[in-house]
């Protein structure tokens, strides 16, 4: 949508000379809207970010194209009063080469440490087994399992990896690698959505929960609010979180009716 809007902008701004400066300024406006947008992205994902080839190279590379962005937007919007800058072309195009170049070298690494995961997630109901993790980490990993099922920390508004780490008194890097290269996820909100989604999966098939709204077991099991809620347990269950009670329930012909008929 975004891009739709700028493409929009800029054919307005094409079609109707009259008005092309204000159409153009309006188009530099809004991309540099959107490089403060990539900004932000940056600096609310990096730190969750567990994969450490990728938390190591996509900061400095996003920043600087996002820093780029802005500058040749502050260049064009000059150029609608002050006339052209196109001594500064040659210029912007060899950075725009470069920044290319980095990203395709980036984008290319046959590295699949830096895209994906190092093993198959732990489901929230397992201990880690010895036979798939380090000694090493074992420990490690079965601490932080029973933390957070007795403790239940992954309901706790607010908490990052940083605290998570200071909670088990180990250096932040050895828990990152431990989430990521042992556990198998990519980031930490999706272990701590893992967590949450198993507690939610677990009220929603009680019986004696079943006329407690979804909303309410979204919020209690550690979710802000339902969006992201019912997008995170689609995409780990395949089905809606009402779908998902109704078929537990035996609700629509679901494994309890079933049962009951046979009965």
């Known amino acids: 949508m975004p891009a739709a809007g700028l493409l929009a902008i800029g054919v307005a701004g094409a079609a109707m000379p009259t008005f092309a400066r204000g159409f153009w300024l309006a188009h530099n406006v809004l991309g540099a809207a959107l490089a403060i947008q990539v900004l932000f992205v940056i600096a609310s994902g990096w730190r969750g970010d567990l994969v450490e080839p990728r938390r190591r190279l996509r900061g400095p590379l996003l920043v600087a194209a996002a820093a780029y962005a802005l500058v040749v937007t502050l260049v064009q919007s000059g150029e609608l009063f002050l006339g052209s800058a196109d001594v500064l072309s040659p210029l912007a195009a060899a950075i725009l080469m470069v920044l290319g170049l980095l990203s395709l070298w980036a984008f290319g690494r046959v590295d699949v440490a830096f895209f994906g995961v190092a ?19 074992l420990n490690a990993a079965v601490a932080l399992s029973r933390l957070m099922r007795e403790e239940r920390l992954y309901r706790t508004e607010g ?105």
């Not at 093993?119 to 380090?134: H, L, T």
């Not at 272990?191 to 009680?206: H, P, Q, Y």
Request: aromatic content about 6%.
């Open 159 to 263: 908490l990052t990896i940083a605290s998570l780490a200071l909670r088990m008194r180990m250096p932040e890097h050895k828990l990152r690698r431990l989430i990521n290269q042992q556990l198998g996820h990519r980031n930490f909100s999706a272990f701590l959505n893992e967590w949450r989604i198993g507690e939610a999966k677990a009220a929603l098939c009680d019986p004696a929960q079943r006329d407690v709204p979804i909303s309410t077991i979204a919020l209690d099991a550690g979710f802000q609010s339902l969006g992201p809620f019912n997008r995170a347990f689609k995409a780990e269950t395949g089905l809606t979180p009402t779908a998902f009670r109704a078929h537990a329930l035996g609700e629509n012909g679901g494994p309890a009716a079933n049962a009951a008929k046979a009965s």
């Open 119 to 137: 093993a198959r997630p732990v489901a929230s109901s397992e201990e880690p087994a010895a036979a798939s993790i380090a000694s090493e980490d």
